[in-house]
């Protein structure tokens, strides 16, 4: 083979040219994260037919005993949207929650129950696994610190083993409400206020069960941060994470993942992404997001680092550490999943 012969026969086949056809290599998929924590994205794991199954904004997400995915949207022709782990619809069903918000999975052994927070109907809602309200809770007006119902805003709740409860008025007046099982007001802490023991935005709240001793996690989304309470509101520390307007706490195994709505130190609204906290509160990977970088035990503020979300609300964590992302304003897309690798 002369020389020309063989340079050209060496280009087709780095090409991907054999027996007179092109094979196409397949570029590889991207990667998103950091350190031990990275995923590729799935944009249409979700999607469905709008015409059947709309979605408006997509707040918050859960994974059920039976391993059902649910997504909550103030969409009121279908306020849940149930799927499996492949993307498919298993059902739906919900036509009257308009500030659908909070949604929280309370599983007890024997039957899965959930959380369901409107915001513009002033209420939470206790409910079975298909729908059926078992307990309403009104604003406390008999508390003293609300005058009228619609100071009561809430965003998201809180269960712990014994069937008590815990609401977030996370687009009120702020406070953090303990309730018994049977929805009878215990106590209440937090409220707006200057001091370190107040919150602002507390949109979130989640309980910890990684120690000896559950705690509350609890957003703190203006002030870029999350706040650990004991269960009866003394404030125990606060994980600071600039640069990120962080959404609900949510625990899968030793790690904490949050969804940021966006940046507060960008001019983007829609600068958000995934970050993921490991046990001693340090943040380990962003998707979407910055590298998580640490100087003399500080973090440096966080950004968006790629567009992929738009103001991602919430995350789901399955039993495969694959996340599914819910996002609010954002077009009315269905969630994404970002799968581990």
Request: hydrophobic share 35%; charged share 25%.
């Amino acid at each position: 083979m002369k020389r020309k012969q063989f340079i050209q026969h060496g280009l087709l086949l780095a090409g991907g040219v054999f027996g007179g056809k092109r094979l196409l290599a397949k570029a590889p998929e991207k990667v998103y994260g950091h350190n031990e924590k990275k995923y590729q994205l799935n944009t249409t794991w979700g999607k469905l037919d709008a015409t059947a199954n709309p979605v408006n904004d997509c707040h918050e997400m859960v994974q059920d005993s039976r391993g059902r995915i649910l997504l909550l949207t103030n969409e009121t022709k279908n306020n849940i949207l149930a799927y499996d782990k492949s993307g498919k619809l298993l059902g739906y069903w919900g036509t009257e929650y308009p500030g659908a918000h909070g949604l929280t999975l309370q599983r007890n052994g024997k039957e899965d129950f959930l959380f369901i927070t409107d915001t513009q109907l002033h209420q939470v809602y206790k409910t079975s696994i298909d729908g059926r309200k078992l307990i309403t809770i009104d604003a406390p007006l008999d508390a003293g610190i609300y005058k009228k119902k619609e100071e009561f805003v809430p965003t998201e709740t809180t269960v712990l083993p014994n069937g008590e409860f815990f609401v977030a008025d996370g687009y009120g007046l702020q406070y953090i409400l303990h309730y018994d099982a049977n929805g009878r007001l215990l106590n209440y802490f937090g409220g707006r206020g200057p001091e370190e023991k107040n919150l602002d935005n507390a949109h979130g709240i989640t309980v910890d069960m990684r120690a000896a001793t559950p705690t509350l996690l609890v957003t703190d989304r203006t002030r870029a941060c999350f706040k650990r309470f004991t269960l009866d509101g003394k404030l125990l520390e606060k994980i600071n994470i600039p640069g990120a307007a962080v959404c609900r706490p949510v625990i899968h195994g030793k790690y904490l993942y949050a969804a940021v709505l966006r940046s507060p130190n960008l001019d983007k609204n829609d600068s958000g992404f995934v970050t993921i906290l490991n046990e001693k509160n340090q943040v380990v990977s962003n998707i979407g997001g910055t590298e998580p970088v640490y100087e003399n035990g500080q973090l440096r503020p966080l950004a968006q680092a790629e567009p992929i979300f738009k103001h991602p609300h919430d995350v789901c964590v399955d039993e495969d550490e694959n996340i599914y992302v819910a996002q609010w304003a954002s077009g009315k897309v269905y969630p994404y999943q970002l799968k581990r690798v």
